[in-house]
């Protein structure tokens, strides 16, 4: 059991190895944009479940 | 004799167009009648019902939306000779990567829950208990990818695709009326003023039309398939086909409630077959069929999404080409995907309608960040060369980000504020 989770860990590493270097430069403004936009999609996500569980309830 | 000859080398050039055509069609046919998946029945018959013809437009407005998101997908595929999830994994690195695998996941999943959802419903119609009809669908799909051919499934897929085409018969059984359609329809309006109600079946609607998994599928399927830089042109005409076909069949399920179940309150398209027999038997069971034909179209689809995304990732072998020996974890994502969204179908007391309605909405409302990967991954002009996004193919992609987002978030205020639209 412990193996495999070992062995789990050492893929998901070896995969963050592996695409360390972004092809694609991008500028610290992109990078911000994106990642604002990214919190925003989540949080509209959070409200549609707001939503959802209220609903339900 | 001239004449003759011009004709014969006119025909005989046609034909090979036509024969071309069929090696490489598939991908875009199969992602976009795919799209009219159970969900999606669901979201045009209640759109239907609600709002009669009117939002007939829209619908017609995302002929093009569709297109223009999809097409990109076939240039960066044929181009890279990567899936979706490899492309985002090695443009923009393991962090951003993560992040968009994970969106995948959880969509796809919800999205093949919901597939599950219709076909059950479609088929406890006919008396077929929901058990029975979850165990009977993962064998077939199962059956379909192990055959270990990826030009097979995608035959398969074509034959259920047709399938989807029910629904037009459908529309001209319950004889609407073609001044209604044209004057209510083909104007564009907003039924009932700005409200959240209306956001909120804009949003379905763009949802059922383009979804995140659609790019993740539709890439992977060019790369699968082997398709080249010299294909793109089919590749096009492929993609706009299927948005053309997949926006027809929509119209018609919209065509089929508006005229007979306008006013009635439908949470599902099963309840829109039961109450569309009770005074059109044939049309009611079609409905029914389509329905069905659609969840399984779709969970063909998806279920695949999902698995191609892992193997990229992964490094595993992820080809419809490959057996089970060959590719084993590409296959054992495959079904413990499609095995743990059936299951939930069968949890008792689920809420599936409201489950079915806000996964496309949950979809859309993430879609903004897949898309603006895919518009960046075609402006790198190092990679792409000739094929990369124009500024007029920039602009388009940039508008409907902006309009999505535009729309999620006055849903979102509407949720929020539900005074605020009345």
């Known amino acids: 059991m412990l193996r495999s989770v070992s062995r789990v860990v050492r893929k998901f590493r070896a995969i963050n190895a592996r695409y360390r270097t972004p092809r694609i430069g991008m500028s610290p403004l992109v990078r911000s944009a994106l990642m604002v936009l990214r919190v925003y999609l989540l949080l509209l996500v959070a409200l549609m479940l707001y939503k959802f569980v209220t609903l339900v309830s | ?422």
């Not at chain 2, 090979?16 to 490489?24: C, G, P, S």
């Not at chain 2, 042109?233 to 706009?240: A, I, Y």
């Not at chain 2, 190092?382 to 006055?410: D, F, K, R």
Request: charged residues 10%; proline residues 4%; negative net charge.
């Open chain 2, 1 to 422: 004799m001239n004449f003759f000859a011009k004709l014969y080398y006119r025909l005989a050039k046609a034909i090979k167009a036509v024969q071309l055509y069929l090696v490489i069609a598939g991908p875009g046919i199969v992602v976009m009648v795919a799209d009219n998946d159970a969900g999606g029945i669901t979201t045009y018959a209640a759109t239907g019902a609600k709002y009669g013809y009117n939002l007939i437009w829209f619908l017609l407005v995302l002929i093009p939306v569709a297109y223009y998101v999809q097409e990109m997908t076939v240039r960066l595929g044929a181009v890279t000779k990567r899936g979706h999830a490899e492309a985002i994994f090695s443009g923009f690195g393991a962090f951003w990567g993560w992040f968009s695998l994970v969106d995948l996941l959880i969509v796809d999943w919800l999205t093949l829950v919901t597939e599950f959802i219709g076909m059950t419903a479609a088929l406890e119609i006919f008396g077929i208990p929901p058990w029975l009809t979850v165990a009977a669908v993962v064998l077939l799909l199962g059956t379909i990818v192990l055959n270990g051919r990826y030009w097979t499934w995608e035959k398969i897929a074509l034959f259920f695709c047709a399938l989807n085409l029910v629904y037009i018969p459908g529309a001209f059984m319950v004889h609407p009326s073609v001044h209604d359609i044209v004057h209510e329809g083909l104007v564009p309006n907003l039924p009932g003023g700005l409200d959240g109600q209306l956001f909120f079946f804009l949003m379905a609607n763009i949802g059922t039309t383009i979804a995140p998994w659609m790019l993740f599928f539709q890439q992977s399927a060019v790369v699968d398939k082997g398709m080249l830089e010299k294909d793109i042109p089919w590749g096009r005409f492929d993609t706009w086909l299927g948005s053309v076909l997949t926006i027809i069949v929509a119209v018609f399920i919209v065509i089929v409630t508006g005229t007979v179940l306008r006013g009635v309150d439908i949470e599902s398209a099963a309840q829109a077959s039961v109450q569309l027999q009770e005074t059109h038997h044939w049309v009611g069971t079609f409905m029914a069929i389509g329905l069905f034909d659609a969840g399984l179209l779709g969970a063909i689809c998806i279920s695949l999404a999902s698995s191609w995304a892992f193997g990229e990732i992964f490094g595993w072998a992820h080809s419809l080409n490959t057996n089970i020996k060959e590719a084993p974890w590409f296959y054992a994502s495959y079904f413990v995907t499609l095995l743990s969204a059936g299951a939930v179908v069968l949890i008792p007391g689920a809420p599936l309608v409201l489950i079915t309605l806000f996964v496309q909405v949950v979809a859309v409302t993430l879609l903004p960040a897949a898309l603006v990967f895919l518009i960046l991954l075609l402006n790198d002009r190092e990679h792409m060369g000739e094929y990369a996004n124009s500024a007029v193919q920039n602009v388009i992609g940039g508008s409907i980000v902006l309009v999505i987002i535009v729309l999620s978030t006055l849903y979102g205020i509407s949720v929020m504020f539900p005074a605020l639209f009345g």
